[in-house]
């Protein structure tokens, strides 16, 4: 998948910019390789369409080519495919919060289940597992080893009785004895079938989980899609472990999972090991399943460097006097683009230190206030503010739906700007001499 889309990635290189053709044929390719890593079709349908909206038309970043630029699209849109952010597990408001782990046979529920326990324990929590499996011939010895090892307490009441009943007893153990979370390690088939499905559901319906866990294993590619559409159609399932990503296992599956399901996957198994679960992390995900770390990491210095062109820019028309607001409305672009705008000052030599530049924290909805007053001026009052008089100023804020009390304090916020950094960067520092005498 790497190569493919190297591939596709190099043949973009070095064109001009993001026209309808390029990104069509960057994206056919794409689409090739998602099928390829086992991406669901519709997902894959889905994200190219999406993808192809985005980049299209979209500006290159000076220092990226069209194919990084593209690439960069992809891993942003594959993340945000993943869910964006990291999903925290959820905690009961009273405890003990309870855990149960639901999935076919072999997919690592138990594994897990003690895998669990040892990040909980970490944290200095008392767990209790509950063995809920009563058909796998030495499940309930399984998960006692792990509590052995783990210094965890196991409640087990044999293969003889009822899982509901056997959960219900180890909650109320647990509420006993204040052992929290509980985690209930239960029964999985070869394939999903009704009666298993009942089992679950009674389970749920019992004890009323405060996560349902899906675990599947990503080393069965697109049945681990299936496994999780038919799981979260009967079970009320709110995320997903997502094991043995330790092998090469293709990552299409957690992004198509995501993407049928709509639940959040929560952890990664990665390797047998009690230790080897982590938190799951969509963006890095989405840069494994494009197989592209060196060339995201090139990106990210490209990016970098610009950022470090366009402050020495705006540094040397600050200090030739030449900043406009023309200027300024290219800073909340690239603001927008970039994160805080403390972020970009910091660029600025000097100026990251200067206290008044904390008073410049603008939101969102600030900075959709400036970029319109700014657009309502004519190109004259944006390179010469001075002219604008009262009525001026009444005119844009008119045009810009603000007031003229906000256009009043965007002027003078520009002037004082402008003064401040015109100080730090330099033209009114003293210059050393040599020639000064004592
Ligand atoms: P269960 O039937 O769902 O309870 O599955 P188990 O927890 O018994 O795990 C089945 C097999 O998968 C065992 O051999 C585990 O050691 C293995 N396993 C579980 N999780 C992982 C993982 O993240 N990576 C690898 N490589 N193996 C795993
Ligand atoms: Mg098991």
Redesign the pocket.
């Known amino acids: 998948l790497a190569e493919k889309l190297q591939d596709t990635f190099a043949k973009l290189k070095g064109k001009g910019k993001l026209n309808e053709k390029d990104v069509k044929s960057a994206l056919r390719e794409v689409k090739m390789s998602l099928l390829e890593a086992d991406v669901n079709y519709k997902v894959v349908k889905k994200f190219v369409n999406k993808v192809e909206e985005r980049a299209i038309g979209q500006e290159v970043m000076d220092s990226l080519t069209p194919g990084q630029q593209v690439i960069k699209i992809v891993n942003e849109e594959l993340t945000d495919l993943m869910g964006g952010e990291r999903s925290e597990l959820t905690s009961a408001d009273s405890p003990p919060s309870i855990y149960m782990l639901v999935?076919?046979?072999?997919?690592?529920?138990?594994?897990?289940t003690g895998k669990l326990a040892r990040q909980f324990k970490e944290k200095g929590k008392e767990p209790l597992l509950v063995a809920a499996d009563v058909y796998?011939p030495a499940a309930i010895k399984?998960l006692q080893v792990l509590g052995e090892r783990l210094d965890v307490e196991v409640f087990q009441m044999g293969d003889q009785n009822d899982p509901v009943d056997i959960v219900k007893a180890g909650l109320a153990r647990a509420e006993k004895e204040k052992l929290d979370p509980v985690i209930i390690?239960t029964a999985?088939r070869l394939h999903i079938d009704e009666e298993l499905m009942q089992e679950l559901q009674d389970i749920q319906e019992a004890i009323n989980p405060t996560e349902t866990l899906l675990?599947v294993d990503a080393m069965t590619g697109q049945d681990a899609v299936n496994v999780a559409d038919n799981f979260s159609e009967k079970l009320d399932i709110s995320g997903m472990i997502m094991?043995?990503?330790?092998?090469d296992a293709r990552g299409g599956a957690a992004l198509s999972i995501r993407e049928v399901t709509g639940k959040p996957i929560k952890f990664a198994?990665?390797?047998?090991k009690l230790d080897?679960?982590e938190p799951f992390h969509p963006d890095r995900m989405a840069s494994r399943i494009l197989g592209m770390g060196d060339v995201l990491s090139l990106i990210e210095k490209a990016e970098k460097s610009i950022d470090k062109e366009k402050a020495k820019d705006l540094e040397r028309k600050l200090r030739e006097d030449s900043f406009t607001f023309e200027d300024f409305l290219d800073q909340l672009d690239q603001v927008r683009n970039m994160g805080p705008i403390s972020d970009l000052m910091g660029m600025i030599p000097g100026a990251g230190k200067a206290k008044q530049l904390k008073n410049m924290q603008l939101d969102d909805s600030e900075l959709d206030r400036i970029e319109a007053i700014i657009s309502s001026m004519t190109p004259e009052e944006r390179r010469n503010p001075k002219v604008i008089n009262g009525s001026r100023r009444r005119r844009i804020a008119n045009g810009s739906g603000t007031s003229i009390q906000e256009v009043n304090r965007l002027l003078k916020q520009f002037k004082q700007t402008k003064k401040m950094m015109k100080q730090l960067s330099g033209k009114g520092g003293k210059k050393k001499s040599g020639f000064n005498l004592p």
């Open positions: 999935g076919l046979q072999g997919s690592g529920k138990t594994t897990s796998r399984q390690d999985g675990v094991t043995k990503l330790d092998g198994g990665m390797g047998e080897q679960m």
